[in-house]
């Protein structure tokens, strides 16, 4: 077999070891291990092969999914891989599908909400696939408000029985993954109601489709809500809408971890603290944050070795053009990406401790820095997602116009990636969150109360009200105290602003509401620290291998400098930095650049990304792009006949303008 | 029938007669008059149907384009209509397919190219299409350098022919569209060579296909490039790939109008002046203006209806929650893009006069105006669609979880839209060329050379570069004076800015790459600066109907606020404003949005699109969405069954536990 390396020149000149970047990547050698083995285990499978998922009819994508879930699930189970192994496996089989739901939200919702005899018999089914679950929340006229929730449970204490019932055409579930086609069960949330009083939103276990033949039980209406964004993607998966008509189910499948129903009707809160929803709540934006540096770092790989494979304009005297990834243009739009992947995973890995750290306190009845670590996630999920979508699309752009072909990976990557910027919360509404709660720190400042944790640099308000950024050349902006003080006066002052505009108005709701442009702004420069700060306390760190704290370092403030200029009307307007500053950092970042680009193809070799999950003719790692892009032209339908169907019927009268008597 | 109206309400909030507004939009009553009647012409013929477009196979998308582009033909003929209707037609047809390529580039360029001869012979085929042409230019390694392509067109005297040949892969075409499947002819973009001399890149005009059974001649290979971003959208058009082996046509195939190779070889050049060509381009780029302000006001149109419709919390006392058009972080992503529709069609118009006014100089041989106006249509082509692109994708989030469905319109809207950021020079490419005119007009003002049209401010250079903005309090930023004056003074400053920057560089050229990023936002300036100042000519200037200048005069202002926030580091690094200025802005922003909202849905009304062509369920004109979302789901290929194919042999040996043994 021919072996190219288009790419060998690019991979000679980093200036460190990348398999030492491969792990501080992947987080530690096991993980690393482990990734590497899982996706060369997929990647290797023919089963697993995706190439021609944008030419399968909707029915053939959705059939190809089952095959691929229940391929995964067999070899899960086959080759005894660990929860860690299986998740990877799930993850790089790269094909939106039931397993996800029924793992990611049907078990950990039974879980964290049912009681200990509910786990027992629900999970033991649940745990083999003796069924298949997904979770229903969401309706059609009710995304983000949960508490607006219509879909009732009506407790009928005669039969002992809860009536799941859908009063209204916009209280039918919508979008559940999973829903349309394959689940056997649901966790249906809906309102709870007994002796005629509304308990509010609550989770119930509910069949609804017949174990036997599949088909949907009486009383209940099921079905796919149709095509969605994009050519493959998530038309794999069977997004549903249900519909219940006074359907029974018996009282002991309501989730009753939390609060219960008597065999009397009587409602009853256990002594449970609700807070512990919020520390699934932490792990599952932990893991959004997580899967946002798996996606930019995808498009990132992409663009940065097609950049590296691409020339155009510059040739002198017939010699070969300029390699696009030259051009400061290019650097100027895709290293900061490349920065922000890192800078994502880094914050991602911050938020592992995070979560261990909240559990360890929830356990012991310590809810002190819930809020805080609840804010705070909620406004990284909105960051990093909403920077992760946009950034797929500049890569997208910076591949040129090859970047438009599904084979470029970069169509269906952007997507499948999207809808992480609505799902587990709109980032609007996220980010207002994170506002609610910087306004609440603010006004306790007064009191005396100490901010902790992302916010403890509030404490210093005092300083930071009034410093002045010390920087006086370039080089400056390569210290890490002077860039944080940075961000720190920035995002501090932005948040006081705010609370002083807000105390001008009577009503605080609707002052609230009048500002909320300016408190998303607040709540995006609080959280932009956040990943400044953790990315800056990563590569002050101790980092192994060689050559590889330099490139981090590079990246990091290549990150922080790039905010800062996207920025800057911040941190003009608060006095954060002077127009002079500003310019300075322009100027280090232009160097910061010229010190990547040697490096860059190396830094996202360091993914450790197989062909097959990258999905890419473009981002291929041996950069055999041309004459790859027609092997995978040759297999579109279209070219199946020289000679196209519709030819007899529309070109050929056309052409012998015979058009008014041919049918048409 | 049953007519209801869910936005009734709303349209009798308008404080302007919306019928009257149609007309401003058009640009005239007879605009109006054809855009109206032709597009419910379309809306009304089941032919030009498009709801299955998203479950169509390839090979169907395909076939269903050819049998409508024929259809829209056919009606052109038969309805004798006029060119004017007939883009109007295939503009509503909203299906890309090979009339496009053929009326919009192959016509043009024989047009433009082709000598008196040339175009009787071929146009007199073309008109009446017994030709079918395509523009074969871009080639798999070359897009934005055409002067890189490397298709070679080498004149033989001993047969009077020129072989027109690939040397290499890369040299293929790839990309034209039409091309792939059904143009008999193309204008190919070659390098000339005469007695071995290379004379750079000219149009050939050469027959691809058998005009008897349509299959490609001998020498002649050409097919389908393949799968495209998205469902639906460019996939309905064959772009193609073409390779020439040693293919010959007669010498009288070359376009001479401009230049021409004589029966000897000797190449000689006509005194038709070459800048006529530059002419074209500024024709083409202001229909991609035209088109920019159409399909930024689809999305804008879909997205606002939609939120008047969709309500999410604030319910209070169980009572309907709030439109969520009604909150301001809605109003303060939609509301800027709804103004930026306006603000692009109002100096898309503009565009045309440009256009007409340059035409008529160069008929006369007057070229002064050229590089002025080549630079501005540069600019505002890549401004507007780079604002267009992301503004389709912020309406898309702006309809929350359901902006994601296919059936919103919006990712197909997307996804045939972004490609106008690649086409017709790749939108960064394009703000280069404006940014070395600048410094070209920047380094002329010394010399005491006056600046005209878009950039005379800069004949004002003494006065930009040293006043102070007058603005004192909110009010004053709806000043037209002072508005203007702001972006003048932030644009020139940048520019001199990057003059000054350069100078410090010995060599130019290094500084000039060096300063790219710099560069392209001084550009960008630039180009804003000409929509400020054209959005508020036309606002200061006559406009007819009742209380339609108000609403134009708050869009106008929300316009040149919102960039003024959203660049608020440029205006304040230039001094062109102070903080305290900038958040006097903010304060008429929200002040503004307050009085577009009662106002919002009329003004999409106005763009009088037909359910049809806006082809949304979210943007219906009758705000009817729920019910319809349910009937668009049901057509989905999936809800065919109510078991899926693939139950027997995935889900159910799945769930009863046999997938050991299941064949997988």
């Known amino acids: 077999m021919e072996r190219v390396d288009h790419l060998a020149d690019e991979r000679n000149k980093a200036e460190f070891n990348v398999d030492d970047m491969k792990i501080v990547w992947a987080g530690s050698r096991h993980a690393f291990d482990v990734s590497n083995r899982i996706s060369r285990l997929v990647a290797n499978d023919p089963i697993f092969e995706k190439s021609k998922r944008a030419v399968m009819s909707r029915k053939e994508l959705f059939k190809n999914t089952l095959r691929k879930s229940v391929h995964a699930w067999k070899m899960i189970n086959e080759l005894r891989l660990s929860d860690e192994e299986g998740i990877k496996l799930r993850s790089f089989m790269d094909q939106p599908g039931f397993l996800d739901l029924h793992w990611r939200m049907f078990v950990p919702a039974i879980k964290g909400q049912g009681t200990e005899d509910q786990q027992h018999k629900w999970l033991s089914l649940a745990n083999k696939m003796q069924i298949i679950g997904c979770y229903a929340q969401t309706e059609l006229g009710h995304g983000s408000n949960v508490q ?30 999973g829903l349309g086609k394959v689940s056997t069960h649901a966790v249906v949330y809906a309102r709870l109601i007994t002796n005629g009083k509304d308990h509010g939103v609550h989770g119930f276990i509910v069949q609804l489709r017949s174990l036997d033949d599949h088909s949907p039980l009486p009383g209940i209406t099921v079905g796919d809500i149709g095509m969605k964004f994009g050519n493959g993607a998530y038309n794999s998966m069977d997004n549903g809408f249900l519909m219940f008509d006074h359907f029974r189910i018996p009282r002991d499948q309501m989730l009753m971890r939390l609060s219960k129903v008597t065999r009397e009707g009587k409602y009853v809160a256990s002594d449970v603290p609700r807070q512990l929803v919020y520390g699934t709540m932490v792990y599952v934006r932990q893991s959004i944050v997580s899967n946002a540096s798996t996606a930019l770092a995808r498009a990132v790989c992409i663009a940065t070795r097609y950049s590296a494979v691409r020339r155009q304009f510059g040739s002198q005297d017939g010699g070969m053009e300029t390699q696009v990834i030259d051009y400061k243009t290019q650097q100027n739009r895709l290293f900061p990406l490349l920065a922000s992947a890192y800078a994502f995973r880094f914050v991602g890995e911050w938020l592992k401790w995070l979560y261990t750290d909240v559990t360890q306190r929830l356990e012991a009845s310590d809810f002190a820095t819930l809020p805080e670590a609840h804010a705070c996630t909620a406004g990284l999920k909105s960051m990093t997602t909403s920077a992760t979508s946009d950034g797929i699309e500049e890569c997208r752009k910076l591949c040129g116009g090859h970047g438009y072909l599904w084979c470029s990976g970069l169509p269906e990557l952007f997507a499948v990636y999207v809808p992480a910027c609505t799902y587990e919360g709109d980032n609007v509404v996220l980010q207002l969150q994170v506002a609610r709660f910087l306004m609440k720190t603010v006004s306790q400042l007064s009191s005396g109360k100490t901010p902790s944790g992302t916010t403890a640099y509030m404490g210093r308000a005092k300083h930071l009200l009034q410093c002045r950024s010390g920087v006086r050349n370039a080089e400056d902006w390569l210290n890490p105290g002077m860039v944080l003080e940075a961000f720190e006066a920035r ?41 400044v700060s953790k990315f800056i306390a990563k590569v002050e760190g101790n980092i192994e291998g060689k050559g590889v704290k330099k490139q981090l370092k590079n990246l990091c403030y290549i990150y922080a400098l790039y905010l800062l200029h996207k920025h800057l009307g911040d941190f003009l307007s608060t006095n954060s930095v002077t127009p002079e500053q500003g310019s300075l950092a322009n100027r280090q970042l232009r160097s910061l650049y010229s010190q990547v680009r040697p490096n860059a193809v190396a830094l996202v070799d360091a993914f450790d990304y197989t062909d097959h999950y990258l999905g890419s003719v473009l981002g291929r790692y041996d950069g055999n792009v041309y004459p790859k892009l027609f092997e995978e032209a040759l297999k579109d339908p279209l070219n199946d006949s020289v000679v196209p169907d519709g030819y007899h019927e529309y070109i050929r009268p056309l052409i012998k303008q015979r058009f008014r008597s041919a049918k048409l």
């Open 491 to 531: 995002a501090l002052r932005m948040a006081v602003t705010c609370a002083n505009n807000l105390s001008k108005f009577e009503n605080q709701e609707q002052g609230f509401s009048e500002l909320l442009a300016d408190l998303v702004e607040a709540a995006t420069a609080h959280c932009q620290l956040i990943v």
């Open 148 to 177: 607006g929730l219509e879909t009732t449970a009506t407790f009928d204490p005669k039969t002992d029985q809860f009536i799941i019932h859908s009063p209204t055409q916009t209280s039918s579930k919508w979008w559940p993954g």
